[in-house]
């Protein structure tokens, strides 16, 4: 392959084809055409001599050509990317940047407060705005500039998006110390039975709770639909109902509610909480900068 003849960008195109496996994840990757992605895989096959992939049922397979020089192509794509940065490098303290980022009220609880300290500390002039992630179309929002993070424990979103795993949480029942039934554990009767008091969801969005509760046989009694997840320890406290909730945030209960947290008789899943973000961002160096202090909180918790 001669050196000298070949195009920067077909490397762009190799490497997403080999990232993604597919085509049309490549082109979406990169913001290009179906075809134009062939087109460029046809030159890139001219100059090498090699098939580079083979089509399968599913996407396509990498040559063992590929697999050799995948990782050089990789690092050699990443070292051209931080050469052209490095003249700009981030002065994080002078930025004004406005950063939209769509949390879930889970999120906003635990992470917010830290996340202001770090800004307001490391960065004073950059701007947060928050908005719930129930509230907007989140794949309209960024797709269209709107938003610049999402984070929540929410479905995987579109494939185009990048994302990055911040913690997995678990879910605890919640009763009050003086439950005239239920005192040190919580049966699965006990369970079927009680008066719950739950947290909204989307439209036709059965909740994951609920979800797990199928398999044997029963829906909770919600008697009671609240829009956050803080509201729940309140309402327990002064009730007979239960709640289920996730453990981190009882952190933030105070201990004079007088709650017995109990497990629950039942497998419940343990949501990943993630961040995504688009594309045109994963270079921005004020979007990873706030990326980087998230994880670091979420790590901490």
């Known amino acids: 392959m001669d050196i000298n003849k070949l195009d920067l960008n077909l490397l762009r195109v190799f490497d997403a084809v080999y990232r993604e496996r597919s085509l049309s994840r490549a082109a979406s990757r990169l913001g290009i055409s179906q ?6 895989l046809n030159r890139l096959r001219q100059n090498t001599g090699d098939p580079l992939f083979v ?4 996407g396509v397979a990498a040559t063992s050509y590929s697999d050799a020089i995948a990782q050089p192509i990789q690092r050699a794509l990443e070292g051209l990317q931080e050469a052209l ?16 980022i769509a949390m879930s009220d889970y999120s906003e609880s635990l992470i917010l407060a830290p996340l202001i300290r770090m800004v307001d500390e490391q960065a004073p002039k950059l701007q947060i705005r928050v908005v719930p992630d129930d509230r907007v179309n989140l794949h309209t929002a960024m797709n269209d500039g709107e938003l610049d993070l999402i984070i929540g424990a929410i479905p995987p979103l579109n494939e ?11 879910f605890v029942c919640i009763v009050r110390r003086g439950h005239p039934t239920i005192q040190g554990q919580l049966s699965l009767e006990q369970y079927k039975q009680a008066r719950h008091v739950g947290l909204a969801v989307r439209a036709a969005q059965l909740s994951k709770i609920d979800q797990a509760c199928q ?5 909770r009694q919600i008697h009671v639909v609240v829009p956050n997840f803080l509201a729940l320890p309140f309402i327990i406290a002064a ?3 239960v709640a289920t909730m996730p453990r981190r945030l009882l952190r933030l209960v105070p201990p004079h509610l007088g ?8 497998a419940l899943p343990t949501p990943t909480v993630r961040q995504y973000w688009p594309e045109r961002n994963h270079q921005d160096m004020v979007c990873r900068w706030i990326r980087e202090q998230i994880h670091k909180i979420c790590q901490a918790i």
């Not at 075809?35 to 460029?40: L, V």
């Not at 089509?55 to 599913?58: A, G, L």
């Not at 700009?88 to 939209?100: N, Y």
Request: hydrophobic share 25%.
């Open 85 to 100: 940065q490095a003249q700009t490098a981030l002065d994080i303290r002078q930025t004004d940047r406005r950063l939209r």
């Open 259 to 266: 709650l017995q947290v109990l497990a629950p008789p039942l």
């Open 35 to 40: 075809p134009g992605i062939s087109q460029a």
């Open 215 to 219: 398999p044997h046989g029963f829906q």
């Open 160 to 170: 185009q998006y990048r994302h990055q795993d911040l913690c997995t949480e678990e």
């Open 239 to 241: 009730t007979d109902g």
């Open 55 to 58: 089509r399968q049922t599913h």
